[in-house]
C-alpha cells in the first residue's frame, strides 16, 4: 500500500479554511489503492459516516463509453486514490459503498461521474449531492468550476468579528448584511414536497 501526502497550504490572508466540522484534509494521508483486498478495506471504512467526497479520471477519447482509471474518495477521517486499471482489482465493494442510500456521495460537476457509475453498476450513486449544481443555485453562475466556487467562498468568509454591531438603525455595516446585500433579494418561492 503506497500513501501520498497531500500539501498543506495555508490560507490567503484573511481567509479561513472551508471544510466540514471533523473533516481534517490538510492532514490527510491519500491511499493509493491498487489492489481488492484494500478496496474491501477503505469502502468497510466509510460505513457508518456521513459523507464521502467523489471523484473520477477516465479516458473518453476514441471510446464510446469513457473508461475510468482512477476514482478519488474522501471520508471524514482518510483518502484514498482507487487504481481503476490495476490488473486484477474488484471494483464492487466501491459500487456497493456508491450505492448505499446512508452515505450522501458530494461530487463537482457530477454528470460524467454519474454516467460511469451507471455504466459499472447500473445505477446512480444516492444521495447524491452536486457542488456545482449547488454553486448555481446560490448564484455563482452557470458550470462554476470547483476552483472558482472555492475562490469565491473564501473571499465570502473572511474573519469577521460577528460580534461587532453598526451603530446604524438597520446594521448595513454588519458583515452578515454586506455580504447578503451583494445579492438581488428575491421573494422565497414555496419548495415543492418532494424538496421537503
Wanted: charged share 25%; aromatic share 8%.
Amino acid at each position: 500500500m503506497e500513501e501520498l501526502r497531500l500539501s498543506r497550504r495555508e490560507p490567503a490572508k484573511g481567509q479561513g479554511w472551508l471544510q466540514p466540522p471533523g473533516f481534517d484534509i490538510q492532514r490527510k494521508v491519500m491511499t493509493i489503492i491498487t489492489d481488492t483486498a484494500e478496496l474491501v478495506r477503505f469502502c468497510d471504512g466509510q460505513r457508518g459516516t456521513s459523507f464521502v467526497a467523489v471523484d473520477t479520471e477516465f479516458m473518453r477519447e476514441r471510446t464510446y463509453w469513457p473508461i475510468l482509471c482512477l476514482v478519488q474518495v474522501a471520508g471524514p477521517t482518510e483518502a484514498a486514490a482507487i487504481d481503476a486499471l490495476a490488473p486484477g482489482i474488484d471494483l464492487t465493494p466501491l459500487l456497493a459503498l456508491m450505492a448505499d442510500k446512508s452515505i450522501l456521495k458530494v461530487f463537482h460537476a457530477a454528470r460524467q461521474d454519474v454516467e460511469i457509475f451507471v455504466n459499472l453498476a447500473d445505477r446512480v450513486p444516492a444521495p447524491l449531492f452536486d457542488t456545482q449544481v449547488a454553486a448555481m443555485v446560490c448564484g455563482f453562475g452557470d458550470a462554476a468550476s470547483y476552483e472558482t466556487v472555492v475562490a469565491k467562498l473564501a473571499q465570502a468568509s473572511p474573519k469577521a468579528s460577528w460580534a461587532a454591531r453598526s451603530s446604524t438603525r438597520c446594521g448595513a455595516a454588519s458583515p452578515i448584511r454586506r455580504r447578503c446585500s451583494r445579492r438581488p433579494r428575491r421573494e422565497p418561492t414555496p419548495r415543492p414536497a418532494w424538496a421537503r
